[in-house]
């Protein structure tokens, strides 16, 4: 586990290995497209290694780059030119063509933003309600209701395929 | 709890080789710039702690230095109260510890010696030699001592009884006005203590003992017995019998009068 403050490239290239399909993800949730991802991706590795922040664990370190890929994106998405027209309509405009999607993926990046780092990090990550709680500095309550409107959403939209299985 | 439909959809979501190999580089590239920030910004905090350090040890430097001057010039006030006190004025390069008077004190009492005898303390301690402006004090001639207006002047600074003692040579007629012998008091100071002084003249030399605090009349027996002795031991002088504390058989006396 890195704790020095000073990493050497081989260090920040091994880093980027063990985290990179989670930010990539997490970024993706938000743009849905690959090209923005691949930007927002960028961004909070260089927020790493600008701040240098110290982590405890390798835990620690993924809690920290889900946090800042969630803040990055929606830096992006805040912006004003973003502003200027509804988040749905700038990706149906978009001239990229979108990554293709199945009918879940679909259902799931259809979900308002709010829900939707929440969805990744619950079924795909496996943190529990208080853990993403944590690391997205949110009461638990909040996530909890966020997890449970995103299922009423995705079971109304996938039906009888969104099925849970413990 | 899992859900291994949408496990199996985000798994899908993944950066390709080549988008994966841009991320990668751009990011190594911005940690290769920042490092050079940060050195650049290092090296600035570096040369400003140095600049910073450099300013300081000059302050500290001339902080020492003003200090160390203001010493002198305050021991130099000093003296120069005490002097104009006692009309004299201060000799240049007066502190005892100083080379150039330490050379020339053993001189300044054999010019002593010669003209009045053995006189107490035998050693100068520590003090000051002061003299009134353009006496030859280390003249070989005793004449310069005999000079008009000229007056001699050393301060002794005795540790037995916490207190400095002044004599004071000069002509004769200095002090007509008042009969030798008598002791007389200077104004009292604002600690409560008052200088007391006794002279004798003889064969146109006045000699003349002030003491900065000790009361000359009320000094106790053995200094009394010493500070006697001292002033017959200045042989220029005879003791007759109206001179205080003198019993007419040479031998100190217990107690002025």
């Known amino acids: 586990m890195t704790k020095s403050l000073l990493r050497t490239d081989k260090e920040i290239a091994e880093l980027y290995a063990r985290h990179i399909n989670t930010v990539y993800r997490v970024c993706y949730a938000y743009m849905r497209n690959p090209s923005d991802t691949e930007d927002a991706v960028q961004d909070t590795f260089i927020r790493l290694i600008d701040r240098a922040p110290a982590f405890e664990s390798e835990d620690h370190e993924k809690a920290w780059l889900i946090r800042t890929a969630s803040n990055v994106c929606r830096n992006v998405l805040k912006h004003w030119w973003r502003k200027r027209v509804p988040i749905e309509q700038f990706y149906d405009l978009s001239v990229e063509e979108p990554t293709p999607e199945t009918d879940v993926l679909q259902a799931v990046m259809q979900l308002p933003d709010k829900y939707k780092t929440a969805v990744f990090l619950y079924y795909y990550e496996g943190y529990t309600g208080a853990e993403i709680a944590t690391i997205l500095k949110k009461p638990q309550s909040t996530i909890r209701n966020h997890l449970h409107e995103a299922r009423m959403i995705l079971r109304e939209r996938l039906g009888d395929t969104f099925d849970e299985e413990l | ?257």
Request: proline content about 4%; glycine content about 6%.
């Open chain 2, 1 to 257: 709890m899992k859900n291994y439909k949408i496990i199996a959809a985000w798994n899908t979501v993944d950066p390709d080789g080549s988008a994966d190999a841009r991320m990668l580089s751009a990011i190594l590239r911005a940690h290769s710039s920042s490092q050079n920030r940060k050195s650049i910004r290092y090296a600035k905090i570096k040369k400003n702690i140095i600049l910073v350090a450099a300013c300081l040890t000059l302050l500290a430097i001339v902080s020492i230095v003003g200090f160390h001057r203001s010493r002198i010039e305050g021991n130099k006030e000093l003296l120069e109260q005490e002097s104009e006190a006692s009309g004299a004025v201060i000799h240049e390069g007066a502190p005892v510890n100083d080379t150039e008077v330490k050379l020339t004190v053993p001189f300044v009492n054999e010019e002593i010696d010669a003209a009045f005898g053995h006189l107490f303390p035998t050693e100068i301690a520590e003090g000051y030699i002061l003299s009134e402006e353009g006496i030859e004090l280390y003249s070989d001639s005793p004449d310069a001592l005999h000079a008009e207006y000229r007056t001699l002047i050393a301060v002794y600074d005795i540790k037995e009884m916490d207190d400095t003692l002044l004599i004071e040579v000069s002509p004769s007629g200095f002090l007509s006005n008042v009969a030798y012998g008598t002791v007389l008091y200077g104004d009292p100071q604002i600690d409560g203590t008052r200088s007391s002084m006794i002279y004798y003249e003889n064969e146109g030399i006045t000699i003349l003992y002030r003491f900065a605090k000790t009361d000359i009349a009320a000094m106790d027996t053995a200094s009394a017995k010493r500070f006697y002795a001292m002033i017959r031991s200045a042989n220029c002088f005879a003791f007759n019998s109206a001179d205080p504390g003198y019993e007419g058989n040479d031998e100190p006396v217990d107690r002025i009068p």
